[in-house]
């Protein structure tokens, strides 16, 4: 187990390396970048987002050499014809852009390594200052969505399993399906009609995560007001959630009720609960408990940008989404590197998770 553990590690740093030079390399090509951003507040205009200045792209093209002299620096970016030519070299200072393409990205990989992502562009503070900010909120949604949907999904796949066929197991798939049809972005306008002062009733709070007031709560008023905000955004999450896990944990209790050793513990005279928990359970929930911190981290990371921005929840997903809007470049490079590497690091999380839950697995003899 060791040296597969070692393989898996090692095997991170070409990975790593691949995401962040294609992302790297996609950048080149985009336009409307930092410097163009300032030059358009400047000018008082927009970027517009779908012309290309000199060939290449506005800011991060390759080289940003200043072979046109003076003229040449203004000139390759929309909008800056008039502008003193050290002014726009200033700029390209200001954000980097004055040095070749392969240092910069040189540099760039240097300071991640060691997580020191740099400061924002367009906000003065730290991109890792920034992004603890917003880690509440995101782990939050991830934790509790995670945790409320195994805790409803694998009861619920068990009793379906067991009844399979039965009234309760037509009648439920049918609602999970109608469940996970739903956009949860849709259903999450439709909570804040009904429940939160939109037509109906005003039960729930619309945004945030906490009351104005919440520092002068006493300590169970902030664990209720938490929650209290939370209740809307983890139920409108959570609608489509529910599908995957039900299903996944009924399809794999069938297989294991209709194996040979189950039968031979009927026969025994065990109880259906012995039978059930005592010897199905813990084969047929591998892939389900291997699958959770996977699951938890796609919460986490990727599955609340829409509900963020319809409760008013500045989390991960609302900052990174703002990012690439502004082209704010170390925020993007940044959250892009943490989830990668997160994303690595808890799929070996996983295969690990399998050979606890099953000793009899062995990743010696795998191949990597």
Do not use: C
């Amino acid at each position: 187990m060791g040296a597969y553990i070692l393989r898996r590690l090692l095997l991170m740093i070409p990975t790593m390396f691949g995401i962040m030079a294609v992302s790297f390399a996609i950048i080149q090509f985009a336009p409307g970048g930092p410097v163009e951003q300032q030059i358009a507040k400047l000018m008082g205009t927009s970027v517009d987002a779908t012309t290309r200045i000199g060939g290449g792209s506005t800011d991060f093209g390759a080289g940003q050499g200043q072979a046109g002299g003076d003229s040449g620096s203004a000139g390759k970016y929309r909008g800056s014809q008039g502008l003193d030519p050290e002014f726009i070299k200033a700029l390209e200072k200001q954000f980097g852009f004055d040095k070749p393409w392969y240092e910069r990205f040189g540099k760039m990989l240097s300071s991640y390594i060691r997580f020191d992502f740099g400061d924002s562009y367009f906000r003065d503070v730290s991109v890792i200052s920034l992004i603890k900010e917003k880690l509440p909120v995101s782990i939050s949604l991830g934790l509790w969505m995670t945790l409320i949907s195994y805790g409803i999904s694998i009861p619920l796949g068990i009793r379906k399993a067991v009844n399979d066929g039965s009234k309760f197991d037509t009648w439920t798939s049918t609602v999970i399906v109608i469940g996970y049809a739903i956009p949860g972005f849709l259903f999450a306008v439709l909570l804040i009609v009904l429940f939160a002062g939109g037509s109906f009733f005003n039960w729930f709070p619309s945004r945030g995560l906490t009351s104005d007031n919440w520092e002068q709560l006493s300590m169970i008023g902030k664990v209720g007001d938490y929650f209290w905000h939370l209740i809307l955004p983890i139920i409108a999450m959570s609608l489509s959630a529910f599908a995957t896990t039900t299903f996944l944990t009924k399809n794999s209790f069938l297989d294991e009720i209709k194996k040979q050793y189950v039968v031979t513990a009927r026969a025994k005279g065990l109880t259906e609960n012995q039978v059930l928990y005592g010897h199905v359970f813990r084969n047929a929930m591998l892939i389900i408990i291997a699958g959770f911190p996977g699951a938890f981290i796609a919460a986490f990371f990727t599955g609340s940008l829409l509900i963020e921005t319809i409760f008013s929840l500045d989390g991960l997903g609302l900052l990174s989404f703002k990012s690439i809007l502004d082209r704010d470049y170390p925020v993007v490079f940044a959250n892009l590197y943490i989830f990668s590497l997160v994303g690595i690091v808890v799929g070996l999380i996983s295969d690990l998770t399998y050979t606890w839950v099953d000793p009899r697995i062995d990743f010696e003899s795998r191949e990597v």
